[in-house]
């Protein structure tokens, strides 16, 4: 399957950004979603995931009540949405799809990656 972020940019803090990830080549509904993110000199993190049905999420402790992930198996897309932006939400954001499994938090569960999209919060 193939992966393209986009919706990434520049936002003040305490904006918003609704970030998506459209899916290609295969049956996306085959697929649990997650979003990962990488800022500058530090690891990559666990964003958020949502199961195949949509049915189910998980989100990272630093993203809870902030950010909502949701999925239109319809449209082979994965929304991000994220709300009250702090500087430390400041990365690069990748989504990854992950074939028949469950929607865990773990990188390396994840088979195919998209290309990332920056997203930069400013004071």
């Known amino acids: 399957v193939q992966l393209q972020a986009s919706g990434g940019g520049l936002v003040q803090a305490g904006g918003s950004l609704r970030l998506s990830c459209a899916a290609s080549?295969?049956?996306?509904?085959?697929?649990?979603m997650g979003w990962f993110r990488q800022a500058p000199g530090k690891e990559r993190e666990f964003v958020a995931a949502?199961?195949?049905?949509?049915?189910?999420?998980n989100y990272a402790d630093s993203v809870k009540g902030r950010f909502t992930l949701s999925r239109d198996n319809a449209a082979d897309t994965v929304y991000l949405q994220m709300n009250s932006l702090k500087l430390e939400d400041t990365a690069v954001y990748y989504c990854?799809?992950?074939?028949?499994?469950?929607?865990?938090?773990?990188?390396?569960?994840?088979?195919?990656w998209g290309q990332g999209t920056l997203v930069t919060v400013s004071s």
């Open positions: 990854a799809a992950r074939f028949l499994g469950s929607a865990t938090m773990t990188s390396v569960d994840y088979d195919y």
């Open positions: 080549g295969r049956t996306f509904s085959f697929y649990t």
């Open positions: 949502i199961s195949r049905s949509g049915g189910s999420t």
